[in-house]
Nanobody, 127 residues
Framework: QVQLVESGGGLVQTGGSLRLSCAAS????????MGWFRQAPGKEREFVAA????????YYADSVKGRFTISRDNAKNTVYLQMNSLKPEDTAVFYC????????????????????WGQGTQVTVSS
């Protein structure tokens, strides 16, 4: 049974930082492209960042480029999202997602590309 468990969310002031983690089990993590998405109240779930299973390819949404950093540790079956310079508009539930890929450099930026999802962790940025 695949499980993706996010942690690290919370309440932070504008300009602050948080580091999200997503621990994976029940799948071959080292063969999975991983992604982070977020969903604000009343809005669609949107792409934030993605990383290939090799870690060699990374892609960010324009809204977070330069502020967020995605990384992974295949030995720990964990993907991270370091979020700096947080803004109130970053307030959302953040989800990690996984999909097995054959290409070492494949990154996936669309929700429909992913097979497995975590339950999400709330990030609230106060102004």
């Amino acid at each position: 049974q695949v499980q993706l468990v996010e942690s690290g969310g919370g309440l932070v002031q504008t300009g602050g930082s948080l580091r999200l983690s997503c621990a994976a089990s029940g799948l071959t993590f080292s063969n999975c492209a991983m992604g982070w998405f977020r969903q604000a109240p009343g809005k669609e779930r949107e792409f934030v960042a993605a990383i290939s299973w090799s870690g060699r390819t990374i892609y960010y949404a324009d809204s977070v480029k330069g502020r967020f950093t995605i990384s992974r540790d295949n030995a720990k079956n964990t993907v991270y999202l370091q979020m700096n310079s947080l803004k109130p508009e970053d307030t959302a539930v953040f989800y990690c997602a996984a999909r097995i890929t054959t290409a070492a450099t494949a990154v996936l930026t669309k929700r429909v590309n992913y097979d497995d999802w975590g339950q999400g962790t709330q990030v609230t940025v106060s102004s």
